[in-house]
């Protein structure tokens, strides 16, 4: 039994898409997926049916790209909390773990000195926070454009019913620190999940190094120490790799899109093994 993970799947990319098709079957496998599976609605269902029925259980956090408000989903396409709302539906539908429901605890093997572990999903977004300190919040906008790094969630991402994405971040923020203090037993160590990294010093995207303002937020930067984490898997930032800090695993998992991962490897190549 194994704990997968993979992000950024971007099935918008025919060649992603087929990609997932072809993934066999994981028996007793769980499989976390850390967002970025697809813009539309209708392709997150697809994706998220096709995982539950490979593997034993699923867990799904959002990334940006499914909270976007695009066009072609025409007029009644969702925006912001109730975009999100419908994300957490569409996961339920397939008994797939959302970060509205329970921390599910590990069944299999467990690391060494740990007794008890459970998975958390989380849903955090951002708050420009991961911006240089000489650039003030209402400038930073112009500062990323000057290198032509702005995000598309500037057009795309809508706060509704929040005045902005930082004050979104805020109140997600305080209901998942109020949540984990309630819920999370003092004995357990977790696997935290979420799409954006959770600390500053694990963004290095040197294509685009004006892009750090939509990647995270400087408040859960201890996180991993404060919940315990084993390991903590996130994607967004299409920079496959493994980082140690304070003892802890962090693990950014993106395939991305197709110019980004060798094909010969189908996506079963790109599972990275959690526990």
Known sequence: M???????????????REALEALP???????????????RLDLVDWALGLLAARFERVFWVPGNHELWTVAREG?????????????TAIARSHG???????????????????????IVPLFLLYDYSFRPADVALADVVAWADEAH???ADELHLLPDPFSSRPDWCRARLD??????????????????????????????????????????????????????AHAVVSGHLHTRRTDLVDGTRFEEVSLGYPRQ?????????????IL
């Open 2 to 16: 194994r704990l997968l993970a993979i992000s950024d799947l971007h099935l918008a990319a025919a060649q992603n």
């Open 25 to 39: 079957a994981h028996p007793g496998d769980w499989l976390i997926v850390a967002g970025d599976v697809a813009e």
């Open 75 to 87: 007029p009644d396409a969702a925006r912001g909390m109730a975009r999100y709302d419908r994300l």
């Open 96 to 118: 797939v773990v959302s970060p509205e429901d329970g921390y599910p605890e590990w069944p299999g093997p467990m690391p060494a000195g740990v007794s008890r572990l459970l």
């Open 149 to 151: 790094n702005v995000c």
């Open 175 to 228: 209901e998942t620190r109020h949540r984990l203090a309630r819920e999370l037993p003092a004995d357990a160590h977790t696997v935290l999940v979420n799409h954006w990294p959770l600390r500053r010093d694990l963004v290095r995207i040197p294509r685009v190094p004006r892009f750090t303002p939509w990647c995270g937020t400087t408040e859960t930067e201890d996180w991993h120490r404060r919940y315990r």
């Open 261 to 273: 991962w060798d094909h010969s490897r189908g996506c079963a190549g790109y599972l990275r093994t």
